[in-house]
């Protein structure tokens, strides 16, 4: 056993305009898609619980946006109270958190535009001091180059789709939310293609999710529909840049079309592919300033407040992360540097000490985690380093102990100093206690974490690129 171890309507100065009864997003051009910060408050609650107040935290909400509640493959709209553009809260009854479990939070948005926000989940279980995983290995051909997880049947489990660069295809786990999974089903890219990274969303507005993959040899994305039952569809390919790496699914543009922001590992910048909405997607708009360089994972946030999103990447040749702030167009403005600790290896965005300002937390090759708080208006405090283990290739972040406060995990790649998973488990206050680290497979370099198992944990997915394994660590 492995152990141990969160548009204001328009406002008319005529007397005639003030007095009507049309809401505001009638009179908007069209509403984005949603997006969500993790975590959402609170971001656990014990089996057995009262009912509650559920705060969500984002960009891109209006009058009209309703909370989606969705367990055991029922979903639910919660009543909702529009506070801002970044800001509902939601009454949650007693009876949605009788018993242990995840339930997936969405915000759907109303026409024109709007769409259904991407997914972040509340735990329903206690909360314990540290955390227990126990692990087993799945065996495949190639263990793959990255991973993501979603619901991509709509039975209310977890699943995860693999991305195999060696061997031109991905590997769909369909999962029985017990833990363990259906045999793979695989899909190929087509020759001559290296799949890379994958990632989930509703590009043609269908209710199903939707999968993307970069496609690092054919310099584009390779996208499969979802049919709903697990199931995809022929695979079409758009340009992407010269060698696409990781791939981030949001609306960039505010037009409710899903859009696909795409990093270059080659010539060092980003390329913005903005969706129409049915599944394909125009010709990418590339910032070869955005990013000093494009290996690494991208993050998603409206930092400095404005209601538009904005991105922050990894930078593996410099001491920093870089953010690209948004004009809400599709288009961004040159990057602001932000030190951190050592070259960075990928980053996220979450709100870690309940300021409602978004933070950022970068892993480095100083086998360390850098932790920059958001001051508001798209700056940050001084970073803040914490240990990991041996090169921590990708941080992830999740309430792993359910006591409803964010912690952070790193998959460790490095054959020599023993292939870890290293947990910080967070204070509450943006500050992390030390790292506990785990055992994983040979050589792991991507992961995700989903409950996969039912029981209110988180749960990780780790591929093991040298072992051609891929570990599901379950609390």
Not at 121 to 146: H, P, R
Not at 203 to 230: E, K
């Amino acid at each position: 056993m492995r152990r141990r171890k969160n548009g204001s309507p328009l406002l008319f100065t005529y007397f005639a305009l003030a007095l009507t009864t049309v809401p505001a997003p009638a009179w908007a051009q069209t509403n984005p898609v949603p997006f969500i910060n993790e975590p959402l408050v609170p971001a656990s609650v014990a089996p057995g619980s009262a009912g509650f107040t559920l705060t969500v935290n984002g960009t891109g909400f209006v009058q009209g946006s309703v909370v989606n509640w969705s367990m055991g493959g029922t979903s639910t709209p919660l009543a909702t109270t529009f506070v801002s553009t970044s800001e509902l809260t939601a009454a949650v009854p007693a009876g949605n958190v009788v018993t242990a479990g995840t339930a997936s939070v969405t915000v759907s948005s109303p026409t024109p535009g709007g769409g259904t926000s991407n997914a972040v989940f509340l735990q329903i279980v206690t909360a314990e001091s540290q955390v227990f995983l126990t692990g087993f290995d799945v065996t495949s051909v190639y263990a793959g180059d990255g991973v993501a997880v979603g619901d991509l049947n709509n039975d209310g489990k977890a699943d995860f789709v693999v991305a195999n660069g060696c061997c031109n295809y991905i590997s769909v786990f369909l999962g029985n939310g017990d833990g363990t999974f259906r045999p793979v089903t695989t899909y190929t890219t087509g020759n001559g293609k290296l799949p890379l990274v994958p990632a989930l969303g509703d590009f043609n507005g269908d209710g199903n999710l939707d999968l993307v993959v970069t496609d690092n040899a054919s310099r584009s994305v390779t996208v499969w529909l979802g049919n709903g039952d697990g199931t995809l569809q022929a695979p079409r390919s758009f340009p992407a840049g010269n060698e696409p790496y990781s791939v981030t699914v949001a609306d960039f543009n505010r037009d409710g079309k899903l859009d696909l922001a795409v990093s270059d590992s080659v010539r060092a910048g980003i390329a913005i592919l903005l969706g129409n909405g049915d599944g394909t997607f125009k010709k990418p708009l590339f910032y070869s300033a955005l990013l000093a360089t494009a290996q690494g994972q991208t993050t998603v946030g409206d930092f400095n407040g404005d209601g538009k999103l904005d991105v922050a990447h990894a930078s593996v040749n410099s001491d920093l992360v870089l953010v690209g702030f948004g004009k809400g167009d599709g288009t961004f403005q040159p990057p602001v540097p932000f030190r951190v600790g050592g070259p960075s290896l990928s980053v996220v965005a979450a709100d870690f000490n309940g300021d409602g300002v978004l933070d950022l937390a970068g892993s480095t090759s100083s086998n360390t985690v850098s932790v920059l708080l958001g001051r508001g208006k798209g700056k940050f405090r001084p970073y803040t380093d914490y240990p990991t283990g041996t090169n921590p290739y990708l941080v992830l972040t999740g309430d792993f102990n359910g006591d409803g406060i964010l912690d952070l995990a790193t998959v460790n790649y490095d054959t020599v100093a023993g292939n870890t998973l290293s947990i910080l488990l967070g204070n509450g206050d943006g500050t992390f206690q030390s790292h506990v680290d785990y055992q994983a497979g040979t050589a792991p370099n991507w992961g995700a974490t989903a409950d996969f198992n039912g029981d209110g944990r988180p749960d990780f997915v780790i591929p093991n690129i040298s072992g051609n394994t891929i570990s599901v660590d379950l609390q």
